[in-house]
């Protein structure tokens, strides 16, 4: 379980077809094999460390569903170590389980912020409600606005300088994690309809 509060922002060093090497000094103070880290909001299991440097395994399905696949040496990433019974919970509950890609559609810089839209599955839509939250590539966020297949979200100046939202143009994909609770409540409704 994550927060989606980035840790950290981290560069990837090595890309096999199913492994990634990712530096970051922060994640890797403390980690073990066996651990859990967020790579832009993706749940992956420390499987080695070397200095600042961890080594994770990546599926093909994570690979097919999520924007890991893309991934370059040299790319930044989002870091997040698993929250523990004493951590602050800043963010929202985020499992690290990606539920679909969304596109950034639009972005206009304010005086201190930024407001982007993110084009996502219209199937992903009817989880999102204004003013709830939603990760994109494991960065907690309160929606602004919800359409079909888009929604906003303000970027403040700590995202904007701390995550890969800060540098993201629009065009590129992003991976989006929709609210656990909101698919619960929708599975136990659905269950009790005649």
């Given at each position: 379980?994550?927060?989606?509060?980035v840790?950290?922002?981290?560069?990837?060093?090595?890309?096999?077809?199913?492994?990634?090497?990712?530096?970051?000094?922060?994640?890797?103070?403390?980690?073990?094999?066996?651990?859990?880290?967020a790579?832009?909001?993706?749940?992956l299991?420390?499987?080695?460390?070397?200095?600042?440097?961890?080594?994770?395994?990546?599926?093909?399905?994570?690979?097919?569903r999520?924007?890991?696949?893309?991934?370059?040496?040299?790319?930044?990433?989002?870091?997040?170590?698993?929250a523990?019974?004493?951590?602050?919970?800043?963010?929202?509950?985020?499992?690290?389980?990606?539920?679909?890609?969304?596109?950034?559609?639009?972005?206009?810089?304010?005086?201190?912020?930024?407001?982007?839209?993110?084009?996502?599955?219209?199937?992903?839509?009817?989880?999102?409600?204004?003013?709830?939250?939603?990760?994109?590539?494991?960065?907690?966020?309160?929606?602004?606005?919800?359409?079909?297949?888009?929604?906003?979200?303000?970027?403040?100046?700590?995202?904007?300088?701390?995550?890969?939202?800060?540098r993201?143009?629009?065009?590129?994909?992003?991976?989006?994690?929709?609210?656990?609770?909101?698919?619960?409540?929708?599975?136990?409704?659905?269950?009790?309809?005649?």
């Amino acid at each position: 379980m994550f927060t989606g509060i980035v840790e950290e922002l981290g560069e990837v060093v090595a890309r096999a077809p199913d492994r990634l090497a990712v530096r970051g000094l922060r994640v890797t103070a403390d980690a073990n094999p066996g651990d859990s880290v967020a790579v832009n909001g993706v749940c992956l299991t420390v499987v080695g460390i070397d200095g600042g440097v961890f080594t994770v395994d990546v599926m093909p399905e994570t690979l097919a569903r999520t924007t890991l696949g893309g991934l370059q040496p040299g790319d930044p990433v989002n870091l997040e170590r698993a929250a523990t019974a004493t951590t602050r919970l800043g963010g929202h509950l985020v499992q690290g389980h990606v539920d679909g890609v969304g596109t950034i559609v639009a972005r206009t810089a304010g005086s201190r912020w930024h407001d982007v839209r993110v084009g996502l599955p219209r199937a992903l839509s009817r989880y999102l409600v204004e003013k709830g939250s939603v990760t994109v590539d494991g960065v907690s966020l309160t929606v602004v606005v919800v359409g079909d297949d888009w929604f906003d979200v303000a970027l403040v100046p700590t995202t904007l300088a701390l995550t890969t939202l800060g540098r993201n143009r629009v065009g590129d994909q992003v991976n989006l994690e929709v609210d656990v609770i909101a698919k619960y409540v929708e599975k136990l409704v659905t269950a009790v309809r005649p």
